[in-house]
């Protein structure tokens, strides 16, 4: 039996960067034994090259910028009920342009098709770029936590249409040159780990049991109309992912 301290610095709509600079502002300070990254390829790729997510709520590992941004976060982060306001205010924003038709209550597929860019057979320059930044601020955040004698564990965030056949035959056979996508494949989730294995960084990949609990019990992991987890998903990634932890012996001794 153990006695376990967790601590969400957890923050929706942001990026691997952002994320990052959490850590460094908050995470340190509160000494922790090892340090739960997940990572959503779908979007934390996007917000990792601007390129492919020209707006400017991500930040971006640009010259002269990344303190700036810090200064920011830190800034917001001074006034919590603001942020959280911000933050609800945008995810409505977001379902009510993105996730789904009000007319008809079917998903966009066009907000689907862009994510789904980086499920493409013949991987696009711009995504291959943009595991460039993505090495580096993971190197960053290891080199820290490491440095503050803790362990940096990252796990994979499948989304829907990762693990529902049902839901990704839908969207596929509503957008136009479907086979140039390959997700049954999972060369994302490939990529991911080769990258976190040349990191030397502990990789927890959610995406087999995912689909594995959705085939067998019939269990939708899913909000029915987007691509979040519902509780039942995020009972089976604490699952999975402290039965690693465990496995993998990561628990520092007392």
Known sequence: EFKIEVISLALSGRGTLDECLMYDLHG????????????????????????????????????????????????????????????AIRQ???????????????????????????????????????????????????????????????????????????????VLDRIENSDRFCIEEGAVFTRLKNLLKKLEIEYIDLLPEFEAVHRRKNIHLHGAEDYRWNAAGHHHAARIVWREIQRRELIPSP
């Open 28 to 87: 340190n300070a509160c000494q922790p034994d090892f340090v739960l990254l997940a990572f959503f390829p779908i979007n934390d790729l996007r917000e990792n090259n601007r390129e492919l997510e020209p707006k400017d709520s991500p930040p971006y590992l640009l010259p002269g910028k990344l303190k700036r941004r810090a200064d920011q976060l830190a800034a917001l982060q001074e006034n919590r009920m603001g942020l959280i306001h911000q933050l």
């Open 92 to 170: 409505l924003i977001r379902r009510a342009l993105h996730y789904h038709d009000n007319r008809n209550k079917k998903p966009h597929i066009a907000f689907y098709e862009e994510l789904l860019e980086v499920h493409q057979c013949e991987e696009a320059p711009a995504f291959t770029r943009a595991w460039q930044p993505t090495e580096r601020i993971l190197r960053r955040l290891r080199d820290e936590v490491t440095k503050n004698d803790a362990s940096l564990i990252v796990f994979s965030a499948p989304a829907k249409i990762d693990v529902d056949p049902t839901h990704r035959k839908y």
